[in-house]
């Protein structure tokens, strides 16, 4: 990665265990793969973005209830109950929503114009500006999601994570969006089309991505929010597993660290490669259009 220190980079990846949806929406993806660019619903046209439980169900009043349709009660989709599974099992420090419509780095609330109150709040805001300054150049909107797209979201992803779930830091990222498309050219709208313009995207959140990774460690500690959270993955633990998994302890003992390092840099190179394969994952993350500026942002 350009500008990426190798021995910082791979020091701080010695400590993280990294996850990777890369396709949350499957039936929604197949509509957009059959021409329909600008659908954000699932195979049952529910919007899974407005049916996790935190205010679910609320209605502002531009509610569009085609775009919108919550579901018929939070966690009705097996694609949210997939998920907040995923938030329990995995208990993770940072929880990214990645969308594409505009270039922001959004933190809770999504459903109302505030953002979280303490210490965690205030790390979370400056370590966004960092990021928004050196890997962006300013050109990210930072702060919370309902008071900077123009409009309230209920029952999101990112809400929950932060109010229920707990996890010390969530975020909505978006992560590419072309103001000077059509409103009905979803696909521009949400995707670069060019080979050039698409290197960049994926060579500035790639390298975002990363500074989190190293920056967000320390920030937990600072701010108490990393204790009992942390998952061994090596020692008797691991080593108990692999005899297991080798016989009920016939074979040859693996060295559980060595096993733990070698599941991180896999989980890294899974990253890097959905990075790239994310790109083409976005039309089926598309809201409705709203004015700011003069220019129309979707989130």
Request: glycine share 10%; proline share 4%.
């Amino acid at each position: 990665m350009v500008g990426t220190d190798p021995i910082s980079l791979e020091k701080a990846l010695e400590n993280t265990v990294i996850k990777v949806v890369p396709m949350e929406n499957v039936m929604g993806r197949k509509l957009v793969e059959a021409g329909d660019f600008c659908e954000r619903r699932n195979g049952r046209g529910v919007d899974l973005n407005r049916n996790w439980s935190v205010d679910w169900g609320k209605k502002e009043k531009d509610y569009d209830p085609y775009e919108e349709n919550p579901g018929v009660a939070p966690f009705s989709e097996p694609e949210a109950q997939i998920m907040r599974m995923l938030s329990k099992t995995f208990d993770p420090h940072i929880w990214v929503n990645v969308h594409s419509g505009m270039e922001a780095l959004f933190m809770p609330y999504d459903h109302k114009n505030t953002t979280p109150e303490g210490l965690t709040s205030q790390l979370m805001k400056s370590m966004l500006e960092d990021v928004n300054h050196h890997h962006f150049q300013g050109r990210c909107l930072v702060g919370s999601g309902g008071g900077s797209v123009g409009y309230f979201a209920h029952g999101t992803t990112t809400d929950y994570m932060h109010d229920i779930a707990k996890v010390p830091m969530a975020f909505t990222f978006e992560i590419y969006g072309n103001p000077s498309a059509s409103s009905k050219d979803c696909f521009k709208m949400f995707n670069p089309v060019d080979a050039a313009t698409f290197q960049r995207v994926v060579a500035d959140w790639c390298g975002a991505f990363l500074t989190i990774f190293k920056t967000s460690p320390e920030l937990l500690r600072s701010a108490n929010m990393t204790q009992g959270r942390w998952i061994s993955i090596g020692g008797d633990s691991v080593e108990g597993l692999l005899l297991e998994r080798n016989g009920r302890g016939r074979g040859k003992k693996t060295d559980g660290l060595e096993f733990g390092m070698s599941e991180m840099r896999t989980y890294f190179r899974l990253f890097i490669l959905s990075c790239f394969f994310l790109m083409f994952m976005f039309c089926s993350r598309i809201t409705k259009s709203k004015c700011r500026h003069g220019s129309s942002l979707h989130a």
